[in-house]
């Protein structure tokens, strides 16, 4: 039982989950220029089972200035650009319903001038039995625009962790596995030396009975 019960808990660690979340991640901070990059934006209701109308707005402000720019709006489900140098370059990734969680967008071809701070304001209103309940949530992402892709050290560490952890993962499956073996041969050597020791007690007892047998009845014990 302590044996399957191990490997289930193995097994679930290698699966990924299928149900369905939400998780606020924090956006990625650097991007490279002539490509492509994803502003992230995540603001999770805490009460699903109650309805809500969201609207999100995206602004700008580039480095070494003190005004943010409105740039974009999104109210399911229209998706309006809302600044001019961002024309045809920014696309709605986030949810696309009227119960918004994922405010995020994507920038095309990302120049170097993009860089600085953008603002996601997400404008939630709960319709709860009682009342009406309006939420602002704010959040920020200091983006940076370089030439060419860096690794950061926070990625290269967590990616020799996942390795760490998926090798020790392995090591304790095949500990776990011999563990199991182990036992069960040793169940099955215990269980034959229990026959064993049953049938030499019977034969034993059959002996003794033929002992005692007296000589001239002519009972077999053969």
């Known amino acids: 039982m302590i ?3 191990t490997l ?3 097994f679930n660690l ?13 956006s990625m901070t650097e991007a490279v220029a002539g490509e492509g990059f994803l502003l992230g934006c ?3 209701k805490r009460r699903e089972e109650v309805s809500a109308r969201t609207t999100v707005d995206w602004h700008f402000k580039p480095l070494g200035e003190e005004e943010f720019r409105h740039i974009f709006h999104y109210d399911h489900p229209s998706a309006n650009i809302v600044h001019d140098d961002f024309s045809d370059r920014l696309e709605w990734h986030g949810t696309k319903n009227r119960d918004i969680q994922i405010g995020a967008i994507y920038i095309h071809n990302v120049i170097f001038n993009d860089t600085g701070t953008y ?58 596995l011999v563990y199991c073996y182990k036992k069960i041969s040793e169940e099955h050597e215990a269980r034959d030396a229990r026959k064993a020791l049953k049938d030499q007690a019977e034969l034993l007892e059959s002996k003794e009975i033929c002992d005692d047998v007296q000589p001239g009845i002519g009972t077999s014990c053969c």
């Open 3 to 5: 044996c399957l019960l």
């Open 8 to 10: 289930l808990v193995v």
């Open 14 to 26: 290698f699966v990924s989950q299928c149900h369905g979340g939400c998780a606020e991640v924090d």
């Open 42 to 44: 995540i603001s999770c």
């Open 119 to 176: 603002r996601c304001t997400i404008n939630r209103t709960l319709f709860l039995p009682q009342y009406d309940e309006h939420v602002i949530v704010e959040k920020e992402v200091e983006l940076n625009v370089v030439a060419i892709a860096n690794r950061e050290l926070t990625v290269v560490i967590s990616e020799i962790m996942m390795y760490v952890l998926i090798v020790v993962l392995q090591l304790w499956l095949v500990l776990v």
